[in-house]
């Protein structure tokens, strides 16, 4: 294993190489005609807010919470300038843009880069290529993305319409959790016990709870509207671990985009996000002149696990309808489901389409069948042994729980051939095969192996993922993102997948392409993609308690034949970890 000294030699070797192909990098940075360049200081610093009838110190961007919405075309470059004045280490992630050929901008901590260390700053340069529609950027550090988020809106490139008529107002409707304690200290006491842990105390839309919390009816969130008008509303899921039913009283959403790829538009009075996704809707205020709730409750897919119980609500207000006027006060969503309507849950996801035929690519050159969920380590009883039946909860994929490096990235480890820092044999199956829905798993099956174990592509195979959900400890929804990539959902379903009678399922006509899929509780999820984005991507639970678990591996896409096949050289002032 290299010493931290010697891994320091090699990244400045790294970075000098990086100066002579500094023209390619500026090349591959080039915006197209039309577009510009946008640049952006992202300071990170402590805040005092108030929730809850209590102060809190936040860390925040800029000092807002949710953080700064970025604007953007299609086709722009970006330059954002990460300014650490917190305590804690910091990266930012840029959900869902593809990073091709870039994945220095990418942003998880460990995995693509090493963290931003307090008093030190880092410029994430990165072009928008062929996306459009609603992202988000948020904290990839620990459990700092619960206040360290904020809308990424990509507006179609300059002259060119939406699909549908241009809306009045486009507004983004950001949902999060809350925590009354530091949310750093309810990992890190979760991570000492071995316990989960603790839910959070209130949900909330664009950083306020509503009118049902305490101390809270005076800030809730308004959205102002016209009657007659249409706008569009750009619904994020930015809370840690919470899936979510949003719901608008006296009124359907047309839904029109998914994680920033146009859908098929269908109208719903609930739409479903889990962490991580975007939901494009638009909404006509054609109901009588008042004030009316959106709300916003947890979907628990989960049987037996704690849950944040409550609902956050902001308030759809038409212009002249003040309190107490109009339609009197705002309506509760009579429409919005029970936290354990699995049933709505699954009608909303298998509703989302792609707006027309699609070519699915194929045939299948690289298949991943793995296995995502919980496990349990033994140890001693004691305070450091909390979990179910005295053990130490955790997670994995294939009974590999994910452990990331601390001296390198893997990116880097990847790029500067440094050995050691992880192996690439993360297998492409089970290592044993169960009735892996059931719920009598043999305790056997129950403890992971903990491993930094990536698993090789080569560049420009047909990879086809299988998620399988199972009932170690519980079965609940995991809403997996793969960095780096879209993907087409081919078919979900419930039970074990079996691809001979569940590849008929499959949809190879307009299939939604996506960054992060719901696997549904008890059940599984097959997508595909061509590997056409060289570097090394994540692929996790967007559920952060899950994730801290382990619930993650990695992808290494190899370069193609071609320099514009392969990853582009490491900036200079990319972080190097122990500096």
């Known amino acids: 294993m290299d010493t931290t000294a010697a891994t320091t030699r090699r990244l400045m070797r790294m970075r000098l190489g990086c100066c002579i192909s500094g023209v390619l990098v500026l090349s591959f940075l080039l915006p197209s005609a039309l577009a510009e360049e946008r640049f952006y200081e992202f300071v990170v610093q402590e805040t005092v807010v108030k929730r809850l009838c209590q102060t809190n110190k936040i860390i925040t961007v800029n ?15 970006l330059a954002i300038k990460a300014v650490n004045r917190a305590q804690y ?11 091709l050929r870039n994945g220095w901008a990418d942003g998880p901590e460990f995995v693509t880069q090493c963290p931003i260390r307090p008093g030190s700053s880092y410029t994430y340069r990165f072009r928008v290529q062929e996306q459009e529609g609603t992202l988000w950027w948020h904290a990839h550090s620990s459990w700092l993305r619960a206040t360290v988020h904020g809308a990424l809106v ?3 490139k300059r002259g060119r319409p939406y699909p549908f008529p241009k809306p009045a107002k486009e507004i983004p409707v950001v949902l999060a959790e809350w925590w009354r304690r530091d949310p750093i200290a309810v990992l890190r006491q979760s991570m000492v016990t071995g316990a989960g842990p603790n839910v959070s105390d209130a949900i909330l839309i664009n950083g306020q709870p509503g009118d049902f919390l305490q101390c809270s009816s005076q800030e809730t969130s308004i959205i102002p509207v016209v009657a007659g008008e249409t706008n569009l509303l750009r619904i994020i899921n930015a809370a840690m671990n919470s899936e979510l039913f949003v719901s608008l009283a006296g009124h359907k959403m047309t839904v029109v985009a998914a994680d920033a790829m146009y859908t098929k538009p269908f109208e719903t009075t609930v739409v479903l996000l889990g962490p991580g996704q975007t939901t494009d809707v638009l909404v006509t205020a054609h109901a009588a002149p008042g004030r009316y709730y959106l709300g916003a409750r947890v979907y628990a897919s989960a049987r037996g696990v704690p849950v944040d119980n409550t609902t956050a609500t902001a308030i759809f207000q038409y212009k002249n309808a003040a309190a107490g006027a109009g339609a009197g006060a705002p309506m509760f969503p009579a429409m919005l ?13 298998n509703s989302i389409r792609s707006p027309r035929p699609v070519k699915v690519p ?12 919980f496990g349990q380590f033994s140890c001693r ?15 994995s994929m294939n009974n590999v729980s994910f452990q990331l490096p601390s001296t390198v990235s893997l990116l880097q480890a990847h790029y500067g051939r440094i050995p050691g820092v992880f192996t690439d044999d993360f297998p492409a199956r089970p290592p044993v095969a169960f009735d892996y829905t059931s719920q009598s798993v043999p305790r056997a099956l129950w403890q992971p192996v903990k491993g930094t174990r990536l698993y090789r592509v080569r560049y420009g195979a047909v990879v086809q993922m299988v998620f399988q959900d199972t009932g170690i400890f519980a079965a609940e929804e995991h809403p997996m993102h793969i960095h780096g990539y879209h993907f087409y959902v081919l078919a979900t379903g419930f039970g074990n997948y ?4 569940d590849a008929g399922r499959f949809n190879m006509v307009d299939p939604p392409s996506r960054n992060t899929i719901g696997v549904p509780v008890g059940g599984w999820a097959v997508v595909r993609f061509v590997a056409d984005n060289p570097g090394v991507w994540l692929v996790h639970c967007h559920i952060d308690a899950h994730l801290s678990g382990g619930l993650a591996m990695a992808l290494l896409v190899e370069d193609g034949k071609t320099e514009l096949q392969a990853t582009v050289p490491p900036p200079l002032d990319l972080p190097i970890c122990g500096l």
């Open 362 to 373: 194929g045939p299948v050159t690289q298949e991943v069948f793995t296995t995502v969920g």
């Open 63 to 77: 000092g807002q919470f949710p953080g700064p919405t970025i604007e953007v075309h299609d086709g722009d470059t």
């Open 154 to 156: 990509i507006l179609p």
């Open 337 to 349: 489901p029970a936290n354990n309507d699995t049933a709505t849950a699954t009608a909303f996801s």
């Open 89 to 99: 280490n910091v990266t930012l992630h840029w959900h869902g843009l593809r990073q």
């Open 498 to 501: 079996d691809p001979r009678r």
């Open 381 to 395: 009883p004691g305070p450091f042994c909390q979990g179910p039946n005295s053990t130490r909860l955790g997670a």
